[in-house]
């Protein structure tokens, strides 16, 4: 058996392409910053250990700090660290390994893996290494390769029709979060490193199985809720063509409130039953009525105080009577602040870019075309 390494372009664009898993050996405040795609972190050394051989090193020079590694990782802890490396490669023989910079800890981890006759690739570098990699191949992409962004009012069902074709990529997917003032996670967004690697590696795949196609994105604005998009991606799609969605007023009020409303709901009260043992419908409750009303007031600047008073009076009216409605009268302030607010901004941004537009239609016309002139959906 040998130690494998991976340093080439076409040695990470398979990775990419296979979305192969990865074993993280960095300590857990190194992955919790941002992680390579499809990676588990099973450390190398914890952060307390890491922290200790950082002074150590600051303080007495290389071969200190790696004596003090060995003193500190060993034994029973060294033992269960390899063996919780060898249950993955078990579960995923195709898997490789990384560090920080590709320096020691991976080639540590190499060699103790060997030791047991198991062999695992590493990447050369670590991470440093394939996130340069990653963001030339954004820089590549975007200079060369088109974009077609799906647009459409609120409640046009953009991201359904994002998620049929194969050579789209779902950005409010990978940023979790639906774009909105209303659109926020109920768990956390990643972080932005993870966010750009996600991405950067759906557009890799899009781009290696669809060389001639364009590539799909709805339009967003910069900021999907705390995530940004990477400046060079946003003016790629600044200048991009545009297919547009559009749906009647009602039939957009309908899908909002089923997402925004009955939807969340269900999954607030999902949430807290999971956490707690005791009162999770009435947690569920306060916190489904906290998220809709700081929601709204998070476009009070823009909306103005007396029509966001207006509206936060037939929103509270909704939440006292949403159980013996079936939460219809969610459905008042749903159409008034899709029709003061999200209608006229999006109207206003559609009207700087309309002689981008290459086809306007209903769901059904805007999907069946993007099939036939641009790329072919996954159900066809």
């Known amino acids: 058996m040998k130690k494998t390494s ?61 004596d003090l590694g060995h003193q500190l990782v060993n034994g029973h802890t060294k033992n269960s660290r390899i063996e919780a490396w060898q249950q993955f490669l ?18 540590l981890s190499q060699q103790r893996l060997l030791q047991r006759g198991i062999e695992c690739p590493r990447i050369d570098g670590g991470f440093k290494a ?18 077609t962004l799906l647009s459409g009012m609120t409640g046009t069902g ?25 659109g926020r996670p109920l768990n956390e967004q990643p972080t932005q490193i993870d966010f750009e690697n996600n991405l950067i590696s759906a557009l890799l795949r899009v781009r290696q199985n669809n060389p ?19 400046p060079v991606l946003s003016v790629a799609m600044a200048n991009s063509s545009v297919v547009v969605i559009d ?47 700081d929601s709204l007031l998070r476009v009070q600047r823009r909306l103005g105080s007396q029509r966001t008073n207006e509206i936060l009076a037939l929103m509270n ?3 006292k009577h949403q159980h013996s409605d079936s939460f219809a009268s969610h459905k008042h302030w749903l159409r008034a602040i899709t029709v003061d607010y999200y209608d006229p901004m999006y109207l206003y941004q559609l009207n700087k870019r309309k002689n981008k537009v290459l086809f306007t239609g209903d769901h059904q016309s805007v999907t069946q075309w993007l099939q036939e002139n641009i790329g072919k959906s996954k159900l066809s």
């Open 6 to 66: 991976l340093s080439t372009r076409a040695q990470y664009i398979e990775l990419g392409l296979q979305q192969t898993p990865m074993i993280d050996v960095r300590a857990a405040i190194e992955f919790a910053k941002g992680a390579l795609p499809y990676a588990v972190n099973l450390p190398f050394i914890n952060d307390e250990e890491r922290h200790l051989i950082g002074i150590c090193y600051k303080e007495k020079g290389q071969q200190a700090a790696i």
């Open 90 to 107: 078990e579960q995923h023989p195709n898997a490789v390994l990384y560090c920080a910079r590709g320096g020691l800890r991976s080639e």
């Open 130 to 147: 394939m996130r340069t990699f990653l963001l030339q191949y954004l820089d590549e992409t975007c200079a060369t390769a088109p974009f």
């Open 158 to 182: 953009k991201t359904d029709i994002i998620k049929l074709l194969h050579n789209s990529v779902d950005l409010e997917g990978h940023a979790n979060h639906k774009g909105s003032s209303f």
């Open 212 to 230: 001639n196609s364009r590539i799909i994105l709805e339009d967003e604005s910069r900021n999907i809720g705390g995530i940004h998009l990477p």
């Open 247 to 293: 749906s009647p007023l009602e039939e957009r009020i309908e899908k909002l409130w089923h997402e925004y409303v009955v939807q969340r709901y269900q999954e607030t009260v999902a949430y807290h039953k999971a956490r707690e043992n005791t009162n999770h419908e009435e947690r569920a409750a306060q916190a489904f009525s906290d998220y809709l009303i």
């Open 317 to 319: 009216a909704a939440i």
